[in-house]
């Protein structure tokens, strides 16, 4: 075998709280991670060339060096002490700086299929401790299954309820940044960061909104007919429904340059069959 396509899919954060501040500059969090089937696609081969490629359908903003991918190949190369050379294609459908987890996905997909593809032999805890140095959710994706999430993210309990939901997911066309989101909390004084923990779902909704006004007139008139709420630092927003007639309605009140994505929950990992 010379190259292997992967569907490398998006999570929801139900829920997101930050605990606090460590000394190694990382956050406490809890949250609840939700897989869904809405997914980039990547496509690993195997190169005669002693080199690794890392392209996209996008920008070269996000290619080769500038891509966690890369990073990920190259790690991977070090922990197994032999050079790895390949070539990755990605088409990305899920949105940059959504707080979906594309690029920790991506991640997660290339250490699973480049050591199922170039018969590694390495396991699946070999993986997500790999993982987590490249980003506190790739040990979710590579872990492939719903899970209560503590620590930065990488201690995984397995949550095997049955989700029947349906999301819709608005994307408001913003790139947020993760970073910036964790330092404005950061800067909040401690009545202000426990006011979040004891009183939101996700202790970033209200630090995304201020900074996003538009966005924020727009989300409490959502919320008049539906649950919405923000996964991870944003900006993507989702509801849970069921009928869909009320979704429609939903719909005519967004803005035009604002895309959505209806999406189905999923049960486990396409990708646990790799690994």
């Given at each position: 075998?010379?190259?292997?396509?992967?569907n490398?899919?998006?999570?929801?954060?139900?829920?997101?709280?930050?605990?606090?501040?460590?000394?190694?500059?990382?956050h406490?969090?809890?949250?609840?991670?939700q897989?869904?089937?809405?997914s980039?696609?990547?496509?690993?081969?195997?190169?005669?060339?002693k080199?690794?490629?890392?392209?996209t359908n996008?920008t070269?903003?996000?290619?080769?060096k500038?891509?966690?991918v890369?990073?990920?190949i190259?790690?991977?190369?070090?922990y197994?002490?032999?050079?790895?050379?390949?070539?990755?294609?990605?088409?990305?459908?899920?949105?940059?700086?959504g707080g979906?987890?594309?690029?920790s996905?991506?991640?997660?997909?290339?250490?699973?299929?480049?050591?199922?593809l170039?018969?590694l032999g390495?396991?699946?805890k070999e993986?997500?401790?790999?993982?987590?140095?490249?980003?506190?959710?790739?040990?979710?994706?590579?872990?492939?299954k719903?899970a209560f999430?503590?620590?930065?993210?990488?201690?995984?309990?397995?949550d095997?309820r049955n989700?029947d939901?349906?999301?819709?997911l608005?994307?408001?066309?913003?790139?947020?940044?993760?970073?910036e989101?964790?330092s404005?909390?950061?800067?909040?004084?401690?009545?202000?960061?426990?006011?979040?923990?004891?009183?939101?779902e996700n202790?970033?909704?209200?630090?995304?909104?201020d900074?996003n006004?538009?966005v924020?007139?727009?989300f409490h008139?959502?919320?008049?007919s539906?649950?919405?709420?923000?996964?991870?630092?944003?900006?993507?927003?989702?509801?849970?429904?069921?009928?869909?007639?009320?979704?429609?309605?939903?719909?005519?009140?967004?803005?035009?340059?604002?895309?959505?994505?209806?999406?189905?929950?999923l049960q486990?990992?396409p990708l646990?069959?790799?690994?």
């Amino acid at each position: 075998m010379d190259s292997l396509k992967l569907n490398s899919p998006a999570k929801l954060n139900l829920n997101l709280s930050v605990l606090g501040k460590r000394i190694d500059g990382m956050h406490e969090i809890k949250t609840r991670f939700q897989l869904i089937n809405l997914s980039d696609e990547l496509m690993i081969k195997k190169t005669l060339s002693k080199s690794i490629s890392v392209k996209t359908n996008l920008t070269p903003s996000i290619e080769n060096k500038k891509n966690i991918v890369f990073s990920a190949i190259k790690l991977l190369s070090d922990y197994i002490g032999k050079e790895i050379h390949c070539e990755v294609d990605i088409v990305k459908n899920i949105p940059l700086g959504g707080g979906l987890g594309g690029g920790s996905s991506n991640a997660a997909t290339a250490l699973i299929g480049i050591n199922f593809l170039f018969k590694l032999g390495l396991t699946s805890k070999e993986l997500m401790q790999l993982g987590e140095k490249l980003g506190a959710d790739v040990p979710f994706f590579i872990f492939g299954k719903n899970a209560f999430a503590s620590g930065i993210g990488e201690i995984l309990l397995e949550d095997n309820r049955n989700i029947d939901d349906k999301y819709l997911l608005l994307f408001p066309q913003i790139h947020s940044s993760t970073k910036e989101l964790f330092s404005k909390w950061d800067g909040l004084n401690k009545s202000a960061q426990k006011s979040l923990l004891d009183n939101e779902e996700n202790s970033f909704l209200p630090i995304f909104l201020d900074q996003n006004r538009d966005v924020k007139i727009i989300f409490h008139e959502l919320c008049k007919s539906n649950s919405f709420k923000l996964s991870g630092t944003g900006s993507t927003i989702f509801c849970a429904y069921n009928d869909i007639s009320e979704i429609e309605k939903t719909l005519k009140k967004i803005p035009s340059k604002w895309r959505h994505s209806f999406c189905e929950p999923l049960q486990c990992s396409p990708l646990l069959k790799y690994i």
